[in-house]
């Protein structure tokens, strides 16, 4: 005869194989939820009640998906989409750019970080937000363009201005030499020394020049690592690599995590970009930046919208760039103010072997690179925001084998928790916020198209919020539960593997 937990929850999850990489446990329970918290987890013995119970037979009880590199602000339509995903929580302000908050004509600005903030909190959340300081964005502050170093003056304005936005709350730095080539080696280490004093962490899209020295970009990061001993997630790994060079970074990187650096990865599931024209890797003569792509042609860049010049039409949405020449006319345009900067889609752009290379990496963990706005994603756009978590589990891990299900779940949520020193996130554990992602392990896949981006994922019928329903069989409930997480803690960086994730051999890997 059953027990029974005479407790009324908030919400009871039964029957649901709850997953959780922490403690390696992976069992069928129960889960009831009390005031946005995991209350209790039971075998199937007993019976929990609630007020709302959810028969999750043959679903993962997984934790709520983290969002290691986001651009987003929780607030937007497409947050909805986000956690029709699985995400529950967002680490925005990456590549060096504070985030924004879309169509928000009452903020000018994202620094202060604590105005910010107060603003999306008063918009009300659907997902959990938190933010690094862009270096970028305080640069700008400071006066300068993305081309130009900082002297000793707009320098000392710059720590300044991040120091107040870290002690605010913010997880860290980030830093963007992809974006804004004038921040050099030396002033990208001052930033970083004064976060890490303050306990944050920091994050760098590296820099990039030809594909002969993708490496030294790599070697540049780790050296800010070393000069400041900084724990530091290496953004867009594997894509922005050129020439083969996955494996030597790997092993740059294993290299310095055994002398004891605090380093990770993060990689999106995607062979593909998008990105503004007016984004300084254009400067690179389209020539060249297709050798660092690995072979991309002009025919791979599709258009986003329709392209008007002196009241012709020069390319219409959906469309593919004809030659180099077009293209380069166009973005001439727009860097001289003539017409707005518009999005190009780079197709076929990654290597998808390299993909799958680097989710083989202990340390590698997930990412979107979502740009949240309040479209409704109806027209061309790119599938990351809808699809990037459900087409890592579906393609990369149940069809390709990049690893195993438990490792799979570290990656997409409890590295992440560990790494940043999110306690109580990136776990099924009692006492931990009820941010859960109940997924079919056997069907979840992303749907998104360029020309459907719309299209919600396979396989995620909910999603719980600090214990409300975001994501309802499938559909956004309406719901605003998410939090603007303030940091208050050192970020640990943890370099501890878990044990689920111990059996790689990196060089092996490479080979």
Known sequence: MKSVNKEIFDIVIINGRV?????????????????????????????????????????VVAPGFINMHS?????????????????????????GDSGTIPDDP??????????????????????????????????????????????NKQLLMIIGMSKKDIEEGAVGISLGPFDGPGATFEEMVAVSREAVKLGGGASIHI????????????EEAIGVA??????????????????????????????????GLKLATTCQPWDSFQLNFMSPIFDIPLKTLFEIFCGTKISDLLNYTDIVIDGKTVIRAGEKYKNIEQFNYIRKKVKAGNIPDPYVIGLNVYKHYKIFLWYCYPFTMLMNDTSDTDMDYKTLY?????????????????????????????????LAALWLGLKKKGRVQVGCDADLTLFDPLKIASRATYTKPDKSPAGIPHVIVNGVFVIYNGKYT??????????????????????????????????
């Open 382 to 414: 790119h599938p990351k925001n809808t699809g990037s978590f459900s087409r890592f589990l579906g393609h990369y891990v149940r069809e390709q084998g990049a690893c195993d299900l438990m490792s799979a779940l570290a990656k997409t949520s409890s």
């Open 207 to 218: 820099r990039h020049s030809d594909p002969a020295n993708d490496i030294k970009a790599i």
């Open 106 to 151: 009452d903020l000018g600005s994202s620094y202060p970080l604590k105005t910010w903030f107060s603003r999306l909190e008063e918009k009300g959340l659907i997902i959990n937000i938190a933010s690094y300081a862009g270096h970028n964005t305080l640069r700008c502050h400071a006066g300068l363009d993305p081309y130009t170093p900082a002297n």
């Open 19 to 59: 997953m959780d990489p922490l403690t390696r446990t992976d069992v069928v329970a129960h889960v009831g939820i009390k005031n946005g918290k995991i209350k209790s987890i039971v075998t199937t013995d007993e019976d929990l009640r609630g007020e709302r119970e959810v028969d999750a037979t043959g679903l």
């Open 226 to 259: 070393r000069k400041t001993r900084i724990p530091l997630v290496i953004s867009h790994m594997g894509p922005l690599l050129g020439h083969n060079h996955s494996g030597a970074a790997l092993e740059l990187i294993q290299e310095a995590r055994e002398a």
């Open 478 to 511: 309406g719901e605003r539960p998410g939090k603007v997480i303030r940091r208050s803690w050192k970020v640990p960086g943890d370099v501890l593997v878990p044990p689920v994730l111990a059996n790689y051999d990196i060089k092996k890997l490479s080979e």
């Open 71 to 95: 651009h987003g602000s929780g607030t937007g339509k497409g947050s909805a989409f986000i956690a029709g995903d699985g995400i529950t929580t967002d680490i925005t302000g990456n590549c």
